[in-house]
């Protein structure tokens, strides 16, 4: 009789047991992107046979398995400017993801080409074969003092084009 009772009540206990949802820990699968290397205010040069072409510096710079990830960057260039001699590109941004050759620039964007052209945007995108930067957000800036603004911004550094929609530029005339 005892045991035909423990029996029961363990049937009864393997069958309440069965039907009580269990939740998974997934977290032993799941794989956190961890940095492989991490620099604090780095600087990297990259040189050609005749000079440097691009300076970049961080003040906080992470590589991951997929791509990097910098914080505080400032990118120099060496740009390809007809009319100006030695003009060179800077970039600045608080948050810069690089996959490839394609960078991402987040949060208080700002891009100058020696002192005749700046934008101010909250990000850019930017591919460094093709030498284009875009954005799909509102943008300001100044070329040779003259003010303007404007949206969706796509800047071609090597064939010096720029395009914005909804643009609105201010000449400043002299008399």
């Known amino acids: 009789m005892v045991i035909k009772f423990f029996i029961y009540a363990l049937f009864a206990f393997s069958l309440g047991i069965y039907f009580i949802p269990l939740s998974e820990n997934n977290n032993i699968n799941e794989q956190k992107d961890v940095p492989l290397i991490t620099f604090n205010d780095s600087t990297m040069y990259t040189l050609n046979e005749e000079t440097t072409t691009k300076i970049v510096k961080a003040k906080k710079a992470s590589r991951f398995k997929t791509h990097d990830i910098m914080y505080q960057g400032e990118f120099i260039l060496k740009a ?19 996959k490839e050759d394609n960078y991402t620039f987040i949060k208080d964007v700002k891009f100058r080409r020696d002192d005749f052209i700046t934008l101010n945007t909250q990000e850019l995108y930017y591919n460094d074969k093709t030498q284009i930067a875009t954005n799909t957000v ?10 303007l603004r404007g949206e ?11 395009k914005s929609k909804n643009s609105h530029f201010e000449i400043e005339t002299t008399k």
């Open 138 to 147: 509102p943008f300001n800036g100044t070329y040779y003092k003259h003010y």
């Open 152 to 162: 969706n911004l796509y800047l071609d550094l090597q064939k010096e084009i720029m």
């Open 80 to 98: 390809n400017d007809k009319k100006v001699k030695n003009a060179t590109d800077f970039i600045n941004a608080d948050v810069i993801i690089k």
